[in-house]
């Protein structure tokens, strides 16, 4: 599959290669022309000094060079962070379409604002490193390489004179690199803390508030703050000594080079162009130096990030351990074949739980199913089993007599309407809700689906069918009806087999009432399979499922279970009857 082949930086950057080409070419030729210039001054120089010289000429090509170099440049500037944003736009286009596909175990344990800062600030920083830092890197160096060549060029002594004192300056400042990169990366991870610490915070900002946790959540993240901001004055510290160093090193090698120089102009060794040239190209190291350290701790920042990026890319897609066969509409493979069948089905969970042992249970196509068992019996997990969000360990699972683990997971998902338990909302309107499940969703069919759900209040809101925001995560609504708005989502998507996973969990039993009526008018021949807490919803079922502890112990109508199954007497008794009681 095309999409599980390893991401690369190389493979990434071919499409842009000639247009990095043309960077690199408009970086040489705009350094050759800055280098040009001191040359050129020094035959303006001589030609001041010498009565028989022409000094336009000299003065011409000086300031062509000088506005050359500026217009290259600028061009090359353009051209390499346009080129710098397509990479960026394919990386992120590549990483937010992973980040949507991975396996479902994937997200169990990461946390969204972790990944979040990886789709966010690491590609930023990456795109940073690829444009001004690669750029400052190799433009600096090319500058930092014709001047050292040109000024031992021009005189030996002088070269030798300057690299002495320049190179002690960069020993002490290229000393200092290792923990300039070990501060940054500390900060950068502290900043992430802070981003994880922050998203958990706000994710739950009223139970926080409510339990009186604001200030301990504060103090987390003013240690995760402050943290970053150690790492950041321990960055300064480095710096600071660093600049005094390379400072005095530069003053000293300026004053070797002008007395060593002055006195062999006046001994008649050097022309005083030569030593102005020479004197320029000293000062033209200075910006190209500090471009080169900064580049550098740039790309060392752009690789860190570049590995907290690829190590999501590297992370396989739900998709790839798919057969290849396309998606449609699958045929029974025999005509008596269950809807859905468990054959001995045991899962473990990536944490070591294991959900489900030896799970035998068949659906038949048409029926209604309720699975009961107390919390944490495996329910879910075998809803999750039917939409392939996990796959069995052993065992097999079949959809219409065919092994689930050979039907690709979007045919066996087109069948299906399911809403898991505490199905959430997305951000917006009503309307973009219902039309999760059903893009294309006729604004009347979108009504009834709302009546049919007891949400008849938001039928209409402005002349438009659900036009009214549920806020982020459904905040704007009460839990009832966030829940009828899944069941309304479900109901509208009319496939041929229903999942709800406690859909009346934070209903009142009147609501309820509305999930049998909406349930006995779906059409027929649609299968429901309905995991239920409620008397009222189980023994509307053909059949119930017990479960317990990962397995199934029993299965029968509402009557012959109360006969024989002392766990759903008892189920029975303590939970539903409870409720139905409510009910009146
Ligand atoms: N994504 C998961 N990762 C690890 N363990 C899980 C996960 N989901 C559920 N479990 C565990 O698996 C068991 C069965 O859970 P579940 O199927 O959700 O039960 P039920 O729906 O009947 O309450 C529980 O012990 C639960 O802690
Ligand atoms: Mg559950």
Known sequence: MSDQVEWRVRDHLRPHRRRLAAVLVLTIVSSALMLAQPMLLSRLVGTLTDAGAAVL??????????????LLGAWRTYLLQSTGEEFILGLRKALYRRLLRLRAAEYDERSSGDLLSRLGTDTTVL???????????????????????????????LFGAAM???????????????????????????????????ERALSAVRTIRACEGTEREVAELDSAATRARDSGVRIAALQAMASPAIATSAQIGLMLVLVLGGYRVAAGHLELGDLAAFMMYMFMLITPVVQAASGYTQVQAGLAALDRVREILKLPEEAADEPGTGGGPIAPATPAAPLIEFASVTLTYPNGVTALRDVDLAIAAGSRVAIVGLSGSGKSTVLSLIERFYTADSGTVRFRGHDVAELPRSSIRSQIAYVEQDAPLIAGTIARNLRLGRPDAAAERMAAALR???????????????????????????????????????????????VLDEPTASVDARTE????DALDNVPSGTTTIVVAHRLATVMGADRIIVMDQGRVVDSGTHEELLDRNDLYRELASRQMLAADAVRG
Do not use: C, H, K
């Not at 002490?172 to 502290?190: E, P």
């Open 513 to 516: 009432g509305l999930l049998q």
């Open 127 to 157: 795109r940073s490193a690829l444009t001004s830092g690669m750029f400052s890197l190799v433009s600096a160096g090319l500058t930092i390489a014709g001047a050292v060549v040109l000024m031992a060029y021009i005189s030996p002594v």
């Open 452 to 498: 049919g759900a007891g949400l008849d209040e938001f039928a209409e809101s402005g002349g438009e069918v659900g036009g009214r925001s549920v806020g982020d995560g459904g905040a704007l609504l009460s839990g009832g009806q966030r829940q009828r708005l899944t069941w309304a989502r479900a109901l509208l998507m009319e496939r041929p087999l229903l």
């Open 57 to 70: 000429p000299p003065a011409a090509l000086l300031v062509a060079a000088a506005l050359g170099g500026a």
């Open 164 to 198: 002495a004192s320049l190179l002690i300056g960069a020993a002490v400042v290229f000393s200092m690199g290792g923990a300039v990169r070990r501060a940054s990366t500390q900060a950068q991870t502290n900043v992430g803390l802070m981003t994880v610490a922050m």
